[in-house]
T-cell receptor
Framework: SQQGEEDPQALSIQEGENATMNCSYK?????LQWYRQNSGRGLVHLIL?????REKHSGRLRVTLDTSKKSSSLLITASRAADTASYFC?????????????FGAGTRLAVHP | DAGVIQSPRHEVTEMGQEVTLRCKPI?????LFWYRQTMMRGLELLIY????????DSGMPEDRFSAKMPNASFSTLKIQPSEPRDSAVYFC?????????????FGAGSRLTVL
């Protein structure tokens, strides 16, 4: 399967702490994206990192990509209760003339006040 | 823009009934995707369209599932007959060419329960 795999499956932290989620994948990619899903809602795109990039920042988010290890990490700094959600990595694979996006199983993050 | 709009948000039906889920993509987006989300299998890509034409339906689980996109602003996913194992949240997503990175905008989903 080309599906990305996140770990941990669930993460529980206190407000103000940092949260780190990891994603591993199996085949070469064009880019890797992270999405957030609040309970009962659709997925929302957070950040994208291309295969030739190693690190990217967006506000309190920091993403790293190690193509040699086929892995990525998402760091949320100074977490807030509003960050409570499921986080998914999605890998873009060029297939059939199109960048097919395959999602991992997600990490459920709970941030406690 | 109102985003990707899906209906119904919730559907409860009995086994054997026909189910139709609807999606209105963002205006100007020329790609439309249908995903299914379950606890067991996560997010699965069912089918996607480009300029209203189905490009890849390899994720459609079986012949009971069909999808159409009669115009650029409307798509349906139909299950006939429905079975309890079809219970899931079905998401529609869209993107625009030129967004070469394939960043998707998702709708809020349609939660289907088949009894």
């Amino acid at each position: 399967s080309q599906q990305g795999e996140e770990d941990p499956q669930a993460l529980s932290i206190q407000e103000g702490e940092n949260a780190t989620m990891n994603c591993s994948y199996k085949t070469s990619i064009n880019n890797l994206q992270w999405y957030r899903q609040n309970s009962g809602r659709g997925l929302v795109h957070l950040i994208l990192i291309r295969s030739n990039e190693r690190e990217k920042h967006s506000g309190r988010l920091r993403v790293t990509l190690d193509t040699s290890k086929k892995s990525s990490s998402l760091l949320i700094t100074a977490s807030r209760a509003a960050d409570t959600a499921s986080y998914f990595c999605a890998t873009a694979h060029f297939s059939g003339g199109y960048n097919k996006l395959i999602f991992g199983a997600g990490t459920r993050l709970a941030v406690h006040p | 823009d109102a985003g990707v709009i899906q209906s119904p948000r919730h559907e409860v039906t009995e086994m054997g009934q026909e189910v139709t889920l609807r999606c209105k993509p963002i205006s100007g987006h020329d790609y439309l995707f249908w995903y299914r989300q379950t606890m067991m299998r996560g997010l699965e890509l069912l089918i996607y369209f480009n300029n209203n034409v189905p490009i890849d339906d390899s994720g459609m689980p079986e012949d009971r599932f069909s999808a159409k996109m009669p115009n650029a602003s409307f798509s349906t996913l139909k299950i006939q007959p429905s079975e309890p194992r079809d219970s899931a949240v079905y998401f529609c997503a869209s993107r625009v060419t030129g967004n070469g990175a394939n960043v998707l905008t998702f709708g809020a989903g349609s939660r289907l329960t088949v009894l």
